[in-house]
């Protein structure tokens, strides 16, 4: 648990940068396309109309992409920020920094600057606090705004971080107010039993496809498929989370995921999507296929949006996991590492998220996309292997040693080099790996 005087240290920091807004009549705000940034996005979008602020809001896959600014403005960067210090430092205007991703280097601005970020104040990143609850906070700064609590959440479980820490306290405000629940039964998606068993990949149970392997089970468990999951009995919830269970360590799922699955169920009551799982799953597939606002918006509430936001989040979901069953069977192993080499894949973190967390989860696994000229890497592991290697760590060094760069968290980072390198990389994250794991 941690002291009084980093939480102190945490809300000065959030304090001094709704300080520095309340001098601006106007905001531009870059946030990142993943459900942890959109989530920050629609929070800040809510607060500031609240407070009756003009705002813009932009999404960016990562600070290589341009952004522009007028001179003496104010910009917010939510979810980034922190590990791009020569890129803020040149930055002509006041400047927010609402992100928790390990600090890099040292930031010299040129105006009036804020840096909130967890790590700065003694908290961790990777697990107490997303982007999405770093503004979460910051809008409680600007007003009454509780509301946001269920929005926090989404960020954060698109992060897969805990309810620990100040993700807890977020959580006790949701609780407190009404706009969470909490139930005992399966952290899953909601709607027809058939159809979530066989789209669901947090968690992933490897049903995809496989309809008659998905009624044997059922039949099984003695669960009708064509129920709703929402209207199952404790008797039978209790029935099907065994059965899961027991599929999902068959296929070498980490051991640490079952608490977060089974025996406590968060639901939104006020939200139009009421599953925390189903709405995260949303807002990410959103984000993955370039439709952020639209994933803003549901998050926002707005009816008119969620029939196809829910289209995006199954074409997706469908699309993720055929990748995956085709994906499976190429998988490489290293000393340390294994690592899949794919050509333009529609997503290289998804698929890595799943194949480490559910299926191969002792090693780090190291997933390379080939697309457009350029590798895009993803490296993901369990917080048990963290432990000891440092992801995050590991994607810079290599990266930087075959003039590339890469960063992140100790348990899911990524890193961008050129293709012509990927096997001297490869090379060199399997040597840091193997050394860490002494
Ligand atoms: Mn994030």
């Known amino acids: 648990m941690n002291s009084t005087s980093e939480v102190n240290i945490f809300l000065d920091q959030v304090k001094k940068a709704a300080n520095l807004l309340f001098k601006h009549d106007f905001v531009r705000i870059y946030t990142h396309h993943d459900a942890d940034g959109i989530a920050a ?3 800040l979008t809510k607060s500031l109309l609240k407070s009756g602020k003009s705002f813009q809001v932009s999404f960016l896959k990562g600070l290589n992409e341009d952004f522009e600014y007028e001179k003496g403005e104010l910009v917010i960067f939510a979810d980034m920020g922190s590990a791009y ?16 991703h390990i600090p890099v280097g040292n930031i010299k601005p040129k105006r009036s600057f804020v840096h909130v970020n967890p790590h700065l104040a ?26 946001l609590s269920p929005i926090a959440i989404v960020g954060l479980l698109g992060d897969k971080q805990k309810f620990e820490s100040l993700n807890a306290q977020i959580l006790k405000d949701g609780k407190e107010r009404g706009f969470v629940e909490e139930s005992i039964g399966i952290n899953i998606a909601s709607g027809k039993i058939k159809k979530v068993l066989s789209l669901s990949i947090e968690p992933y149970l490897g049903f995809f496809g496989k309809e008659d392997e998905l009624n044997e089970f059922l039949k099984k468990v003695g669960i009708d498929g064509d ?17 899961l269970a027991l599929r999902m ?21 006020k939200m139009l999507i009421k599953s925390p799982v189903l709405l995260t799953d949303v807002v990410n597939a959103c984000g993955r296929a370039n439709a952020m606002s639209l994933g803003a918006s549901v998050l926002l509430n707005d009816k008119k949006s969620v ?45 890595a998220t799943v194949l480490s967390r559910y299926l191969m ?57 050129e293709p012509s390198k990927v096997e001297e990389f490869l090379k060199e994250v399997d040597r840091l790996c193997c050394a860490m794991l002494v």
């Open 85 to 100: 210090p020569e890129k803020m430092s040149e930055i002509e205007a006041d400047l927010i920094i609402l992100d928790h």
């Open 122 to 147: 003694g908290f961790d990143g990777t697990y107490q606090i997303s982007a999405s609850g770093v503004a979460y906070y910051f809008a409680q700064e600007i007003g009454e705004n509780k509301d």
């Open 227 to 243: 129920k709703e999951l929402d209207d199952l009995s404790i008797e039978e919830i209790q029935r099907l989370a065994d059965a």
């Open 307 to 351: 029939d196809a936001a829910i289209k995006i989040y199954e074409d997706y979901m469908n699309q993720i996991l055929m990748e995956i069953e085709k994906r499976k069977s190429e998988i490489k192993e290293g000393f340390c590492i294994r690592y899949l080499i794919m050509d333009n894949a529609p997503s290289a973190s998804a698929i």
């Open 249 to 269: 360590l068959k296929m070498g799922a980490y051991e640490g995921i079952f608490e977060s699955v089974f025996g406590r169920k968060l639901v939104f009551p």
């Open 41 to 43: 996005g629609a929070i």
């Open 361 to 417: 989860s002792d090693k780090p696994l190291v997933v390379i996309n080939i697309k457009e000229g350029k590798a895009k890497i993803s490296a993901r592991t369990t917080e048990k292997v963290s432990q000891k290697v440092n992801l995050a760590e590991v994607m810079r060094v290599a990266a930087e040693k075959v003039g590339g760069s890469g960063g992140g968290h100790r348990v899911a980072a990524g890193a961008n080099i």
